[in-house]
């Protein structure tokens, strides 16, 4: 799989700042050896994309960055999700894995076939899921050396309607769904974000999403990586499925910088 574009980026802030935002799902680039071996036609794949990708999340978050008093770090997928999810458990633990949706998937969002039977996750893993962990771990391992603290904000987006991969989506769908870990996210981060938050609509936690990415070698051992997942609704911003970004963008970036302020303080 030599084809590959570049799967991450590293993108630097301010020295002193502990802040990594994280962008793993806004991507739609799949390289040629990895497409074909997804069974879908390219416009069923285009479609598949629109339902699947956080669009514009990393627009977003760049522009968050860009009005922050001290500018945070990010770190951004530059491959679709189809090719690996890395935010997924690369193993049992994923409970996604029931629906077909581990960290290489093989069923699309409305349960159709995306992998053939038997496809083997290996080579995927290896070529791109491990990397990209490899790397947000040496990137929160510089956030600590650096400032003694990591905050991992990550930044998402769901649909308006849910989709019938959802394992729990018969529950609330606010216009920004705060993702919590018992271990990583401390009362004052999600207070932060409740506040930063109030005016793009009602917040919600861990519903229709719940949870954080932290990479393995800190999750549940370092308190000092404190992590937050931001899901937003995605008709707060955006035209579904895979349309434009409208003016909501702006005032959720806002948002977003004035949480990453708060806690850089």
Not at 181 to 196: I, N, Q, S, Y
Not at 207 to 223: D, H, I, M, N, W
Not at 234 to 257: F, H, I, K, S, V
Request: aromatic share 6%.
């Amino acid at each position: 799989m030599t084809d590959a574009p570049p799967s991450f980026a590293l993108l630097p802030g301010a020295a002193d700042s502990p802040v990594i935002l994280h962008v793993p799902h806004s991507a739609r680039e799949i390289p040629p050896a990895v497409r074909s071996g997804i069974v879908l036609d390219d416009e069923a794949l285009e479609r598949e994309l629109d339902h699947i990708t956080d669009a514009h999340t990393a627009r977003i978050a760049e522009t968050a960055a860009g009005l922050c008093g001290r500018t945070p770090w990010r770190f951004e997928n530059r491959l679709s999700r189809l090719v690996v999810d890395p935010e997924r458990f690369p193993d049992e633990r994923e409970e996604m894995l029931a629906v077909g949706m581990g960290a290489v998937y093989t069923r699309t969002t409305h349960r159709g076939v995306l992998r053939p039977a038997g496809t083997d996750p290996l080579p995927l893993i290896e070529r791109y899921f491990r990397p990209y962990a490899r790397a947000m771990t040496e990137a929160v391992a510089g956030r600590l050396a650096a400032t003694g603290r990591a905050v991992i904000i990550d930044v998402h987006s769901y649909p308006a309607e849910p989709l019938p991969y959802e394992l729990h989506g018969d529950g609330p769908r606010p216009a920004v769904c705060l993702g919590t870990d018992a271990f990583h996210t401390p009362p004052g981060l999600l207070a932060a974000a409740r506040a930063a938050f109030a005016e793009c609509g009602p917040t919600g936690l861990d519903s229709p999403f719940a949870g954080t990415y932290v990479p393995l070698e800190f999750y549940g051992k370092r308190a000092e990586v404190g992590a937050l997942m931001v899901e937003i609704r995605r008709d707060t911003y955006m035209t579904e499925p895979g349309g434009p970004a409208g003016p909501g963008l702006t005032r959720l970036a806002e948002a977003l910088a004035a949480l990453v302020d708060a806690v850089t303080a």
